[in-house]
């Protein structure tokens, strides 16, 4: 059962941010400090990707674990009310971001998936690690990668 009603439920939910998050500034003041140039939510190309390194030919997604479903992580949590609703919300989320991915790579791009986890972090350390992996992600030739974080649970 909600702690609150339908329309305070309605007003919290839609301010719920979907881009310029926190862990998508994160990634982004990182990699622009290293010098990496890129264009955000480029609505031309499949599922918007929140960071596009055109000279890369690179699409970055930073995938929230709650709405994204990152398996396994203790941020993909199951609401406890309305769950019918809430497993095909989630169902259609994920199958609409396998599309994207899907539609990106033919379309010669490269895609990245970094999950909010391996960005939610207080140690410097740690996010360091993320970029570093990042950066090595969008220097390579490779088609598709995905940074979980190292803890995660």
């Known amino acids: 059962m909600d702690t609150v009603d339908k ?9 719920v941010g979907q881009k310029a998050t926190g862990p998508e500034t994160k990634l982004r003041k990182a990699l622009f400090a290293r010098g990496f ?4 939510n480029v609505k031309k190309l499949p599922g918007s990707p929140d960071i596009v390194l055109p000279k890369y030919k690179a699409a970055i997604f930073v995938h929230g674990c709650f709405w994204h479903r990152h398996e396994g992580c ?3 949590t199951m609401p406890k009310s309305r ?3 809430w497993t095909e919300k989630f169902e259609a989320n994920v199958e609409r ?4 991915v899907e539609k990106l790579l033919e379309m010669g791009w490269r895609v990245l998936v970094v999950w909010e986890c391996a960005l939610k972090t207080k140690d410097v350390s740690e996010l360091e690690a993320t970029v570093d992996e990042a950066e090595r992600w969008i220097l390579s030739d490779e ?3 995905e940074i979980p974080s190292k803890k995660r649970n």
């Open 97 to 100: 971001d396998r599309r994207n």
């Open 143 to 145: 088609e598709y990668g």
């Open 37 to 40: 140039r890129y264009r955000l």
């Open 83 to 85: 769950v019918e609703f």
């Open 7 to 15: 329309a305070t439920r309605s007003k919290i939910m839609s301010k």
């Open 74 to 76: 203790k941020y993909a």
